[in-house]
Every structure is written in structure tokens, then in C-alpha cells.
């Protein structure tokens, strides 16, 4: 029976993600086919979902990015902006030629209805192309992240930015002609669908409303602007929220000098005690290292592996942490300090900090006593903090050693020298190679030294014979001072220094706010000697990394936006109000991801990078429609006063939101598939996603009541200087005007 075996959290994450891809596909569809109310005509953006998939593989697979867990996720975060593009110009084509027939009775001809179809994509296509652009751009933080963070989430990025850039070409090229092809027909107007008239009826006062008392809606966003940041101010942080891996790892530490005997007598007992919880497969545990020089492990480092049942076989109410809380009272020894971790995370942590817990301190300084003593202080510190778990700081300096001190004038005497007496010592008690055995292309070294009843103490030790040049035998304590005494257990160099480690396993994951707490403690209750000092490290380690890199990339991503939003509608005002929502985007997320506990970490700030790209292209969405509303009036000289660019906003954010509200009840379900998984895996992907959805429905409400709002005082400032005029590039795209219907 395998000790440890990681197939199945591999085989298992990968099949949650699969799952949930295609949970979200059937979703998105159906939400586009209720919307919509014309088979044909969601077919064109349901077909167009899998073939960006489809396209999006051919560079994945040449880049070398393999499916898992982030790659798959990478998808997962993006489904529902991959039919955006195409719901929008779906949906605008069918407007306009639905308009066309219901404003003359007679039929629409073939030439017609193409060119109908053909300006209904010119009009859209090019700021669509460029919202999607701007999803693209909004994630380059993401590919700009190093080290472990860095490695981590470049397969989601590239897998998701792959996706969008391939709808993004799809929607400008496949989905006109899909549309010229299936959108045909006697097509019912969207006066006649329910769902529109519904959300047309809540919307039309609201924006009314809002748009007759601006002031006081512009000061309502804005209070409720500054009452929710704070909130990010009350959340955890952590480096990444933690996998569960189907399996947990055990590993306490012991004080130096424990004896080989008594150490497999604690993990015995141990791996008995494990064994009984319900929940445990099976239990597998090792004591000091194996016969490797990579493996630096002493006897007083326990190491077990716990392979854990399907969580559909635990006991109701049981979840991991009460698991973990559980094994850890069972296994109370006296000397032990227990450790909690999962195989693949403590791997990891060791790999890049050589600290075994997620957080740990590094204690640097000028010799190994001073360097223990300020650990321990630290340790006794620390360990009344309510969020702390055990804590253990290493006795580096109290490690055993037995001195064989040659007494050279004595040894003169018999004739002999201090090497004669070394190799006497290297041989009786340490054992010498006297020959090989061989079987086949086996070899084995025959080792001889003295039976261990001649050399288990010290005064045995002093009765080992040496030999003399004149044949007789004397016992080395004639000819030597042999003692115990303490020196380092292990000597460790970093940065140039000496360093001891300081292990702690919090019972929270919110190391962040422990830090600044311990730090706090530390420094109210000791000074640090000159020439001493200490770091943190583990996975807190990465997270400030993490954090000063994205302070460095995200305003440079965000002036890169403003850029695009400007040479999409070559307004510096109009981009500003277009970045505006992701702040808002950012209050909607950080409310949800405090309603739901989640710590701020790297997978919650991607899920922000990704949310403020989709919150970019719905305020793109509604400006678009705006600005047709307002040309189209203009055009036929109906703007002339204040009240008349109110009624143009109104048409086009009110009579244009069933396209709008598509886009985000599109997002919004793809990810709901996430947010309610949990299988192995998901652990990951509900902090990404968790900001999106909530922000999403912040920024909505933004985009649908300040974006209108903004959109006429810049109007009607430009109709009182005069500048207010229509665009020469909308010449000849809209249709003759049709009778507006009453709102």
C-alpha cells in the first residue's frame, strides 16, 4: 500500500474544473436564449463560446501550458466574457432589423437585410473589439508576477487571455457572418419579449430619478464609495488561501538528543493514535532522514502522512479544520511541538524558505547561543497569542557531542601520535570499511567497529584499546580526555549569517495581520542586541513580494487603459468616467469578499485584475449605446436644449439594457458554477471568483446610474459651448429613423 499517492488530487481537480466549464457553458446558454427569445439568433453566440475554447488551445498547446487547476481555471474566469462580444452584436443586429420591420409593413428584401446586419456590426464592432482589447491589457499584471506567484498563475493567465484575444477576433470576422446567415425572418420586436419590458419597467423611474437629482445621486455613490473601502482595511491576508489536497501532514518537533528508541516509540504511538480519527485512510510516518545527503531531517523531525477518506464518507458537520483541530488534541505529547501542513504546500515552503510551517521566523545573528536565547524569548512571546496554534524555536546550540581530547604528552609516551589515536577512535567507534561484498552488480561495504555494549556510554568509550607501535593495547582514556558536551545541532548560513529558524502554525490563515500584531508584541517586550536581528518568512514571505510588484504594474496598466478608452471614443472625459467603475467594481468585491471570510491574497488580487477589464467593457457597452441614441437625434437635428440630451441618455441606456444586462447576467452565472463547487480544487478558484461577481454587481449599478448620469453633464456642457455636433464617422450607419416607442 502506497505511503502517499498524489494521482488522486491531480485526477480529481482537474475533473472539478472540467465540470464546472461545463456547468457554465450550459448556463451562459440558456441565460442568452431566455434573453434573446429567437433560437437563431443565440445559436450565433452559443456556437461561438467553444470555438474561442477551440482556437485558444492551438497557442496554449504550443506554449507548453498543461491542463490544471490554474490553466482550466483560466477558462472557467473567462466563459462569460468570450460571448459577450457576440451577445452585444447579435443583439444589436436583431434590434435593428427587428425596428425595420416593425416600422414598415412591407417585407425586407436580401440586400437589405444584409446591409441592415452589416451596419448593425460596423456600429458595435470596433469598441467591442477594443473592450475586449482592454480585458486583454487588464490582466498583463498577472503574466509580470515572479518566483513561486508568478509560476503559479501564468498558466490562468495565459489560458484566459488566449481565450479572450480569440472571441475578440471571432466577434469582428465568424459572428457577422453568422449573423447575415441566421437572422432571418419575421423577427418579434423587444417590446414584445417580458423579460425586457420587466427590467425596462424597474430601470426607467430609477434613471429619471437619478438623472433629475444628480447632485444627490453623485453624493450617494460617493458616501457609499467611502463607507465600504474601509472594509478592506478589516480583512486577513494571506499568500494564497490554502488547497485542500486530500491528505494532511503531520510533522512535530522534538527536542535535540532524543534517542533513536524512544523516537520510534513516540511515532508509533502517534501513527496509532491517527489512525483511529474515522476520517483517516491510512497513516504513514518516518523519524529522521533516509540514507540521502539531500535530506538533512535529525532524529527530532517527525514527518506523517495522513491520507484522508472522500469527504462524502466523514462524519456530518465534520470539516478539515475541525479535523486538524481534532488530531492535534489527540496527539498532545510532552516535548513535541506540533506542526499541521499538507504534503504538497509543506514541500513547497521548504523548498523555497527551508521553513516547514507557512510562517516562520529567521533569527540572524553573531554565534548560535545568542542566536537560540533571542528565539526562545521570541517563542515565549509569541506563544500567548490567542492565534497561535504551537510554536517551537530551534535549540540550535544544544545539539550532544562527544570530545575525544588527545593528551599528546601521554601519547608521546606509548610512541604514539594524535592520528594513531583518531583512527583507533574512527574505527572502534565509529567503525571502519575492511572489505565488499559482492552479489551480481551489488555491492555492499563490510563495516566492523566495536559492539555497541562497548561504546553506549562514556566510560565504555574511554575503555576502547588502542594499539602502540611495541604491540601492547591501552585504553584510550589513558591517552585521552573523553566528555560530552552541547554545541550546534545544525549550523545553517543565510545571507552570510548564522540563522535559526523559528516554527509557527497558526490555527487561522490570516498571517498577514499576525505579523503586524507579533511585531508589535516584539517590540514592546525586547529590544534586539546589536548585531542580532530577525526576519519573517514562509508564505508571508511571498505575499509582500507579491504585493510591491503589483504596486509597481497596476497604475501602469491602468494609464494603458485610459489610452485604449481614448482612441475608442477620442474623449479624455469620457475615458475617465469609463475607469471610474472599477473603483465601484472594487466596493461590490470587497463587500462579498468579507461576507464570505476570504483573506486578501495573491488569487483574490487576480480576481480583481480580472474584474476591473470586465468592468471596463460594460461601461464601454453602455456609452456605445449612448452615443448611438444621441448621433442618431442629432443626425436628424432633434438635439437643441438640455431636456432633449436627457431624453436621447434615457433612450439609449433604458430601450438598450436587455444587451447590457446580458453581459453581466452572462459573467455573472458562468461563475456561479464556482462559487458553489466543492471539490478539490475549488479552494482556489472561490477567492477568484468571489471578487468578480460581487464587483460585478457594483459596477453595474454604476455603469447603469452614474455612467447616464456623467454622460449628460459632459453633453450638455459641450451643446452650451456650442461643440456638440454629430460624428462623421456614423454617417450612413444608422437606419432611417423610427417612430420611438413611449417609455
Not at 417580458?194 to 429619471?208: G, N
Request: glycine letters at 6%; one cysteine or more; aromatic letters at 8%.
Amino acid at each position: 500500500m502506497a505511503g502517499y499517492d498524489r494521482s488522486g488530487l491531480i485526477n480529481d481537480s482537474i475533473a472539478t474544473l472540467q465540470r464546472d466549464l461545463l456547468e457554465e457553458a450550459i448556463i451562459v446558454s440558456l441565460v442568452i436564449i431566455v434573453f434573446l427569445f429567437h433560437f437563431r439568433s443565440a445559436l450565433i453566440a452559443i456556437v461561438a463560446l467553444p470555438i474561442a475554447v477551440l482556437v485558444s488551445f492551438l497557442p496554449i498547446y504550443f506554449l507548453g501550458v498543461t491542463s490544471n487547476i490554474m490553466s482550466l481555471g483560466g477558462i472557467a474566469l473567462a466563459v462569460g466574457v468570450l460571448v459577450d462580444a457576440a451577445i452585444v452584436m447579435v443583439e444589436n443586429g436583431y434590434r435593428h432589423l427587428s425596428e425595420r420591420q416593425a416600422s414598415d409593413p412591407t417585407s425586407v428584401s436580401e440586400p437589405e437585410r444584409r446591409e441592415i446586419l452589416i451596419n448593425a456590426a460596423k456600429q458595435v464592432g470596433p469598441a467591442l473589439f477594443f473592450s475586449l482589447l482592454i480585458v486583454v491589457v487588464s490582466f498583463l499584471p498577472v503574466f509580470l508576477l515572479e518566483a513561486q506567484e508568478g509560476r503559479m498563475f501564468r498558466p490562468l493567465a495565459w489560458t484566459k487571455t488566449l481565450a479572450v484575444g480569440s472571441s475578440s477576433i471571432i466577434a469582428i470576422t465568424l459572428v457577422p457572418v453568422l449573423m447575415v446567415m441566421l437572422i432571418r425572418g419575421r423577427l418579434k420586436p423587444e417590446s414584445a419579449n417580458p423579460i425586457s419590458r420587466f427590467t425596462q419597467a424597474i430601470y426607467l423611474p430609477v434613471l429619471r430619478l437619478c438623472l433629475r437629482y444628480r447632485k444627490l445621486t453623485i453624493a450617494v455613490n460617493l458616501l457609499f464609495l467611502l463607507v465600504t473601502l474601509p472594509v478592506a482595511f478589516k480583512l486577513g491576508s494571506q499568500f494564497m488561501p490554502p488547497l485542500y489536497e486530500g491528505s494532511a501532514l503531520y510533522m512535530p518537533t522534538a527536542l535535540p538528543g532524543i534517542a533513536i528508541e524512544q523516537a520510534k516509540s513516540l511515532l508509533q504511538k502517534q501513527d496509532a493514535i491517527l489512525r483511529t480519527i474515522p476520517e483517516v485512510e491510512s497513516v504513514f510516518g518516518t523519524v529522521g532522514r533516509s540514507d540521502s545527503a539531500t535530506d538533512n531531517a535529525p532524529l527530532d523531525m517527525y514527518d506523517t502522512t495522513l491520507m484522508l477518506k472522500p469527504r462524502k464518507q466523514w462524519r456530518p458537520g465534520m470539516t478539515y479544520t475541525k479535523l486538524i483541530r481534532e488530531m492535534d488534541e489527540k496527539v498532545q505529547f510532552a516535548g513535541l511541538a506540533n506542526t499541521w501542513t499538507s504534503p504538497v504546500e509543506n514541500r513547497l515552503d521548504m523548498e523555497l524558505t527551508g521553513i516547514k510551517t507557512p510562517l516562520g521566523l529567521k533569527v540572524q545573528g553573531a554565534n548560535v547561543d545568542g542566536i537560540e536565547q533571542l528565539a526562545s524569548k521570541m517563542q515565549s512571546v509569541l506563544s500567548s497569542m490567542p492565534q497561535v496554534r504551537s510554536i517551537f524555536a530551534e535549540r540550535i546550540s544544544q545539539g550532544f557531542y562527544v570530545n575525544v581530547e588527545v593528551n599528546r604528552s601521554e601519547a608521546a609516551r606509548y610512541g604514539l601520535s594524535v592520528a594513531d589515536v583518531q583512527t583507533a577512535v574512527s574505527s572502534g567507534i565509529g567503525g571502519q570499511n575492511i572489505a565488499e561484498n559482492i552479489e551480481g552488480r551489488e555491492r555492499y561495504p563490510i563495516n566492523v567497529r566495536y559492539s555497541q555494549d562497548f561504546r553506549d556510554s562514556v566510560d565504555r568509550m574511554r575503555s576502547v584499546l588502542v594499539a602502540t607501535p611495541s604491540g601492547a593495547q591501552i585504553p584510550l582514556g589513558q591517552v585521552a580526555q573523553v566528555s560530552f558536551s552541547h554545541g550546534p545541532a545544525m549550523i545553517r548560513d543565510e545571507d552570510g549569517q548564522l540563522t535559526g529558524y523559528v516554527y509557527i502554525d497558526l490555527k487561522g490563515t490570516n498571517y498577514g495581520g499576525f505579523v503586524e500584531e507579533a511585531n508589535r508584541r516584539l517590540q514592546k517586550e525586547f529590544s534586539i542586541p546589536a548585531s542580532y536581528g530577525y526576519k519573517w518568512s514562509g508564505e508571508y514571505e511571498f505575499e509582500l513580494r507579491a504585493k510591491e510588484r503589483l504596486k509597481l504594474i497596476l497604475p501602469i496598466v491602468f494609464f494603458i487603459i485610459f489610452l485604449l478608452l481614448y482612441m475608442v471614443f477620442h474623449s479624455a472625459a469620457e475615458a475617465v468616467v469609463l475607469i471610474v467603475p472599477t473603483i465601484y467594481a472594487m466596493t461590490g468585491g470587497l463587500l462579498l469578499q468579507w461576507l464570505l471570510g476570504y483573506n486578501s491574497s495573491v488569487a483574490v488580487w487576480v480576481g480583481y485584475i480580472a474584474l476591473f477589464g470586465i468592468a471596463v467593457e460594460t461601461g464601454v457597452v453602455m456609452v456605445v449605446y449612448l452615443h448611438e441614441s444621441l448621433e442618431r437625434r442629432l443626425q436628424h437635428g432633434e438635439i437643441h436644449t438640455d431636456a432633449d440630451i436627457e431624453e436621447a441618455v434615457i433612450e439609449g441606456a433604458v430601450k438598450r439594457l436587455r444587451p447590457k444586462l446580458m453581459t453581466v447576467i452572462a459573467v455573472l452565472a458562468s461563475l456561479a458554477p464556482i462559487l458553489w463547487e466543492s471539490g478539490i480544487g475549488s479552494d482556489v478558484m472561490k477567492p477568484i471568483a468571489a471578487p468578480i461577481v460581487g464587483g460585478m454587481i457594483t459596477s453595474t449599478i454604476h455603469v447603469l446610474i452614474l455612467v447616464p448620469v456623467f454622460f449628460v453633464m459632459m453633453k450638455e456642457r459641450s451643446l452650451r459651448k456650442g461643440t456638440l455636433h454629430a460624428s462623421a464617422q456614423t454617417e450612413g450607419i444608422f437606419p432611417p429613423k423610427a417612430q420611438p416607442q413611449p417609455l
